[in-house]
Structure formats: C-alpha cells, structure tokens
C-alpha cells in the first residue's frame, strides 16, 4: 500500500453570533452570514456544535469549520480516501458531517452559509440537491476518542474532486444542523487547527492506493519459481 498525507493549508469557523441568544431556530439555521466577531481564521482550536439553553425560550447557536486541503499533486484517483481530525473535547448527541464547501481561500463569518454553491437558502437540509456530502455517515460523538486523532472515510464525490481540482474545500457541520432540527437536543466537537504547533494534530487526509498486482505466469521448472510476462 501507498500512502499519502496531506495537512490542511487553511481552516477556520464561523458561527451565528458569540452567544447563544437567538429563539428562532430558522433564523440561526439559515443566516447568510455568521457574526463579524465570532469567526476565526486558522485559530489552534476549531469549533463545530449546535448548542441550546433553554431560558426565557429556547435559544441556539451553531458554529461550522472549514478546511482547505492542497491537492494539485493527485493526478489520479486513490483507492480510499479518509479526513483525519484531532479531537480535544466533545459532548452531546449525534455528530459531525464533513461535507463539500465553497468558501474559497480566506475564511470569515461570510462563509458561514457557504456549504451551498452561492450561498444556502432558506430551510436547506441534507436533501437538497445543492448541499453535497463527502463522508457517506457521520463521525458520530459517541465513538469519538479524545486526544486523539479520529477519521472520516471519504466517498467517491470527494475522492472525484480531489482528481479534479486543485484545493479541497471541506466543511465540518453538527449533525441537527445538517439535518436542519431544532428542538432541546444539542452537540459539539472541538478539533485542533492547523496553526497548532508543529503537524501532530493538524488535520489531514490520507490518500491510500493499493500496490500495482504483478501481472504474467507463474511458472515451475527444476524446483524454481519464475515470473514469465
């Protein structure tokens, strides 16, 4: 086997707004942008969550990351793909979804919708034919281990982009958020960014491709194994 690591050269998240103030789950849930002061860009730590508080109503907030990944060096397609994160802490039900981005080479509080080419609309869901998945399931919370890196097998829509194009654009969404549901269930997921020290948490793909088969006859003469073409 073949193997292949490539480290994010960009990341970063954008979120709703700092707190968790807002009682109408459509209006964090499909906001055009995030907060001006609640995004980063290339910080130690990513963030991905739903998260609730119920108090004087139920108010939400959600946060979603991105990732750029170099992949101008695959000219060809590997037989497997997987996204490889840090995990520091987590909670909650459910997990992450890594799905196709378009948020481009800078990340802001714009590109908080930026999972839907030109930006989501209202109401979008996992069903609409705008929002593409690159992970067939989720990294689901309770089979995380933290400190440690988990991963995400990649499928052949991700696998297709990474041939095709230069860069990589991934975004890391909860699974309410992805499923578009409200409600009192929450989860989060904290991931180590690109900018922590040195590439030991650094998120990455592994690009694996199996060893060519040797091809031609096997043959047996005077007690010797020959290869024949």
Same mark, same amino acid.
């Given at each position: 086997m073949a193997t292949t690591t490539?480290?994010?050269?960009?990341?970063?998240?954008?979120?709703?707004?700092?707190?968790?103030?807002? +009682?109408?789950?459509? +209006?964090?849930? %499909?906001?055009?942008?995030?907060? #001006? %002061?609640?995004?980063?860009?290339?910080?130690?730590?990513? *963030?991905?969550?739903?998260?609730?508080?119920?108090?004087?109503?139920?108010?939400?907030? !959600? *946060?979603?990351?991105?990732?750029?990944?170099?992949?101008?060096?695959?000219?060809? &397609?590997?037989?497997?793909?997987?996204?490889?994160?840090?995990?520091?802490?987590? #909670?909650?039900?459910?997990? !992450?979804? &890594?799905?196709?981005?378009?948020?481009?080479? *800078? !990340?802001?509080?714009?590109?908080?919708?930026? !999972? /839907?080419?030109?930006? /989501?609309?209202?109401?979008?869901?996992?069903?609409?034919?705008?929002?593409?998945?690159?992970? %067939?399931?989720r990294l689901d919370y309770s089979l995380m281990n933290t400190s440690q890196y988990n991963s995400i097998t990649l499928n052949s829509t991700a696998i297709s982009d990474i041939v095709s194009n230069d860069t990589l654009y991934v975004a890391l969404v909860d699974h309410h958020d992805y499923y578009d549901q409200s409600g009192t269930s929450a989860g989060s997921v904290t991931i180590s960014g690109q900018a922590t020290s040195g590439t030991s948490q650094d998120p990455y793909l592994e690009l694996t491709t199996a060893d060519p088969a040797v091809q031609g006859k096997i043959l047996l003469s005077s007690g010797k194994v020959t290869l024949s073409s």
């Amino acid at each position: 086997m073949a193997t292949t690591t490539i480290y994010s050269q960009e990341d970063g998240f954008a979120r709703y707004t700092t707190g968790v103030t807002q +009682t109408n789950w459509d +209006t964090v849930h %499909d906001a055009s942008a995030g907060a #001006s %002061d609640a995004d980063s860009e290339n910080p130690t730590s990513l *963030s991905v969550f739903k998260s609730v508080v119920v108090f004087f109503g139920t108010r939400y907030n !959600i *946060s979603r990351a991105f990732l750029a990944f170099d992949v101008s060096s695959i000219t060809s &397609a590997p037989d497997s793909v997987t996204l490889n994160l840090y995990v520091t802490a987590k #909670s909650g039900n459910f997990g !992450i979804w &890594a799905l196709k981005s378009f948020h481009g080479d *800078s !990340i802001d509080h714009n590109d908080y919708n930026q !999972i /839907c080419d030109g930006g /989501c609309g209202s109401g979008w869901a996992r069903t609409d034919s705008e929002v593409t998945a690159y992970g %067939d399931s989720r990294l689901d919370y309770s089979l995380m281990n933290t400190s440690q890196y988990n991963s995400i097998t990649l499928n052949s829509t991700a696998i297709s982009d990474i041939v095709s194009n230069d860069t990589l654009y991934v975004a890391l969404v909860d699974h309410h958020d992805y499923y578009d549901q409200s409600g009192t269930s929450a989860g989060s997921v904290t991931i180590s960014g690109q900018a922590t020290s040195g590439t030991s948490q650094d998120p990455y793909l592994e690009l694996t491709t199996a060893d060519p088969a040797v091809q031609g006859k096997i043959l047996l003469s005077s007690g010797k194994v020959t290869l024949s073409s």
